[in-house]
Structure formats: structure tokens, C-alpha cells
């Protein structure tokens, strides 16, 4: 073998991605399956439409979240516990902007032992008033603790005026945990999980009898009530900037951006080829130019966040306090740069192999394809919209980033925070 020679390069021009089965369980529920992988254990996530922008006052749908699995009338939560850790089994649970997430982790033989518990964590959690206020103290120290830093400092104002008024904008404050009451979360249960429709993903070794299981234990369920989607963002802060004081801080919390296309908008994709190239991976123009020229910062990155009712482009950072200024110039002259020099045909090249070669890894096993699927359902979109990626990433040329750039990545319009 002859290490002083690189392997020939084979270009990806399509991904094949497992496309779920679905069906439907007698209340209404609909399955979806991503089959794959040799070990004998799935992930039955459980989606319902219970995010923080659903609810009325600040950390209730987060605690909400936390307690499910802290008890039910039946059962305590150490009891759930070790319910689940006997068939080495376990409970995750996320609570987004826009949904609550409750999936299960189970070794498939004993599927038939953990379905019940999550179902009666759905059915019947009951909010011990003891582990609530747990909950609380420990939230509280350390939402104290992350209020401390300045990058989340940057983030939670940058999001606050960008989505003023809106419940993408609201954030709480540790004297909030002061005011949450039992009540608060039971209310929020009834009205957006139980009894509340949802949707059902699994992914892993599907066994044969799944659908017996599912419809034994969670088609039994009730799942009438519907759920509204969270109000779409009417119109946004943007072309202002706002400083931040925090008293004693040595470096500066930066966050720009604005808010932008979506998943659902036809030039996403092109969006996303021009934010790789300035900040979307290690080798981006914003990583080159102030961490390995200028030393201001360990990392900068850029991205792009569709969430239910809005999307939004930003760029983040920490950078020591002396650098904020020339900091802002620099970003300013790598996104000038983007709408007005022609990428080189080397960069082109390499930001493409980047971007469709981390789309292959980050779809490998089953359940990536399921996160794979669960972002295209949850906005409506199909699976179309995988194969315009590879194709529109293939198919960009430097005119074309110039022409986004131009387009989606003018400075005056940002909102900049620091």
C-alpha cells in the first residue's frame, strides 16, 4: 500500500434513506417504523404538541416535562426507575419550543414490561408536590449558574428582541421558580398531553408483535383533543443593535442574526451551502479568520433554525473583551467578502464534500434515519426534500453563493447583540 498517495475520491450523488412504514392504532395514532440494525432494541418516542411557546406562564412546560416520569397514581418515581432499570431500559425526555418528547429506550424482549410504564407516565402522572420542589431548587441554582455566562446571556436577549412578543421570545428568570404551583403543571398536563393526540416514532430492530404491543398498551389511550399550532411570527426586530452590560465580565457574548428562510422555502438548501462556507463547519471563513488567524476565540459558528412558526439565521460567539469590537468588523468582512468575491472552485469543492459527506454519516443506523424523518414530519415536508439537498449542493456555483449572499446575508439587516 502506498500511504504517500491519496485514495481515489468517489463523489456521492445520492443517499439512499429507509423510508418508515406507518400505520395507524385504534384511537387515531399514527406509527411510524424505521427498521434497521442487528441489535434487538428500540426507541418508541412519543411526540406531542407540549413546547415552552405553548405555554402561558414561563417554565411550565419544561417542569411539566421533567415530572412525567417522577411518579403516577400508581407508582412512584423510584419505582419507575427501577422498573425500567430491571429490563435495562430507560426514559428521555425533551421539551423543545414546539413539542415534549418522551421516548424509551428497551431491549425488545421486554417490550411487553416497559410499554405499560410509558403509558402510564402518559395516562396518569400525578406531579409529587416533594420532587417538583426538587425540580425547582435545582433548576432555579442553575439557571443562577447560566445567567452568569455571557454567551447565554447574548443568546436569550438576542432572542428576546428578535421574537419580541412573540412566545419564541419568552424566557424565565430563577424568581420564576418561586411562583410555579402544582396546579400550573396538572392544567398544562390535561390540556396538551393527556388525552391529547400525538404521534409515535420507533426506530431500531422492529420485532413482529410491535403493533399487537403498541395498540395493547398505548392504542387504549386517549388521543381526541388537538393541539394548536404555535401563532406565526407577524413581523421581527431586526437591523438594531443592543449591548448587554454584566458587570465584571472579561469576554463578550456575541450573537447576530435575523430571521430567515425555513425548511419549507424553496432556497433553503442554497441558504445552507452559503452559511457552511461562512461559519457552518471547523473549516469555515469565520473559524479561519478569528480563531486561527486572530486567536479572539475558541470557536465561532453559524447555523440555521427552523422551528414550527418561524426560522431564523445566526452567528455566535465568546470572544475576550478587548477583541468585541474588531470581532464584529471581522464578521462583518467575511459576510462582505461572501456577496462580493468569487469563491474559489478549491473552497466550492471542499464546503460540498463536507456538507453531503456529513449528511451520509449523520444518517447512518436506524435511529438517525428516524431523526432523519421526524424533521421532515413535523414540518411537512417529504422526503423530496432530502433528494433537492444532494442535488442543489452538487449544483452550486460561485455565482450562485454570490447571488444568495447578496440576497439572504445583509449585514444592516441583522440584529446584533453583544
Same mark, same amino acid.
Given at each position: 500500500m502506498d500511504r504517500t498517495t491519496a485514495p481515489i475520491n468517489h463523489p456521492i450523488k445520492a443517499v439512499e434513506l429507509v423510508h418508515p412504514h406507518r400505520f395507524e392504532l385504534s384511537n387515531g395514532v399514527p406509527v411510524f417504523t424505521v427498521n434497521g440494525g442487528e441489535q434487538e432494541v428500540c426507541r418508541i418516542e412519543?411526540?406531542? #404538541?407540549?413546547?415552552?411557546a405553548h405555554q402561558q406562564q414561563s417554565l411550565i412546560a419544561s417542569l411539566t416535562g421533567k415530572m412525567l416520569t417522577e411518579g403516577t397514581t400508581e407508582h412512584s418515581g423510584t419505582w419507575i426507575a427501577e422498573e425500567l432499570d430491571q429490563y435495562g431500559a430507560y426514559f428521555q425526555v425533551n421539551t423543545s419550543a414546539d413539542h415534549t418528547t418522551i421516548a424509551l429506550?428497551?431491549? =425488545?424482549?421486554?417490550?411487553?414490561? !416497559?410499554?405499560?410504564?410509558?403509558? &402510564?407516565?402518559i395516562a396518569s402522572c400525578n406531579f409529587p408536590e416533594d420532587e417538583l420542589q426538587t425540580q425547582c431548587a435545582n433548576g432555579k441554582e442553575k439557571l443562577r449558574v447560566n445567567m452568569e455566562k455571557v454567551a447565554n446571556l447574548s443568546k436569550r436577549a438576542f432572542m428576546e428582541h428578535l421574537f419580541d412578543g412573540h412566545p419564541y421570545g419568552r424566557f424565565a428568570l430563577p424568581g420564576d421558580y418561586d411562583k410555579v404551583d402544582r396546579n400550573d403543571l396538572i392544567t398544562f398536563y390535561d390540556d396538551h398531553i393527556r388525552g391529547c393526540a400525538f404521534d409515535i416514532v420507533v426506530s431500531g430492530k422492529v420485532p413482529d408483535n410491535l403493533e399487537l404491543i403498541l395498540q395493547r398498551y398505548l392504542g387504549s389511550l386517549k388521543a381526541e383533543k388537538r393541539? #394548536?399550532?404555535?401563532?406565526?411570527?407577524? *413581523? *421581527? =426586530? &431586526?437591523? $438594531?443593535?443592543? %449591548?448587554? +452590560?454584566? $458587570?465584571?465580565?472579561?469576554? /463578550?457574548?456575541? !450573537?447576530?442574526?435575523? !430571521?430567515?428562510? +425555513?425548511?419549507?422555502? $424553496?432556497?433553503? +438548501?442554497?441558504?445552507?451551502?452559503?452559511?457552511?462556507?461562512? @461559519? @457552518?463547519? %471547523? @473549516? /469555515?471563513?469565520?473559524?479561519?479568520?478569528?480563531? &486561527?488567524?486572530?486567536g479572539y476565540t475558541y470557536g465561532i459558528g453559524s447555523g440555521l433554525v427552523s422551528l414550527q412558526a418561524s426560522g431564523y439565521f445566526t452567528i455566535r460567539t465568546e470572544v475576550g473583551s478587548d477583541y468585541t469590537e474588531d470581532t464584529l468588523l471581522q464578521i462583518r468582512l467575511e459576510i462582505d467578502r461572501l456577496r462580493n468575491e468569487t469563491v474559489s472552485p478549491e473552497e466550492m469543492e471542499l464546503v460540498r464534500n463536507y456538507m453531503i459527506g456529513s449528511f451520509v454519516r449523520n444518517s447512518d443506523g436506524p435511529f438517525a434515519m428516524a431523526d432523519r424523518f421526524k424533521s421532515l414530519h413535523i414540518h411537512g415536508l417529504g422526503y423530496e426534500y432530502y433528494d433537492r439537498y444532494t442535488e442543489t449542493v452538487s449544483a452550486m456555483t460561485a455565482d450562485a453563493v454570490m447571488e444568495v449572499a447578496r440576497e439572504y446575508l445583509d449585514p444592516d439587516s441583522f440584529t446584533w447583540v453583544v
Open positions: 412519543v411526540i406531542f #404538541k407540549a413546547g415552552t429506550f428497551s431491549l =425488545n424482549r421486554y417490550l411487553n414490561k !416497559t410499554i405499560p410504564v410509558l403509558a &402510564e407516565v393541539i #394548536k399550532d404555535v401563532p406565526s411570527l407577524m *413581523a *421581527a =426586530n &431586526e437591523g $438594531e443593535s443592543v %449591548f448587554v +452590560h454584566k $458587570e465584571g465580565a472579561i469576554q /463578550s457574548g456575541v !450573537t447576530i442574526g435575523k !430571521t430567515g428562510v +425555513h425548511k419549507k422555502d $424553496e432556497g433553503f +438548501h442554497r441558504v445552507q451551502f452559503v452559511n457552511t462556507l461562512l @461559519g @457552518g463547519y %471547523f @473549516g /469555515s471563513r469565520l473559524m479561519s479568520n478569528l480563531r &486561527e488567524d486572530k
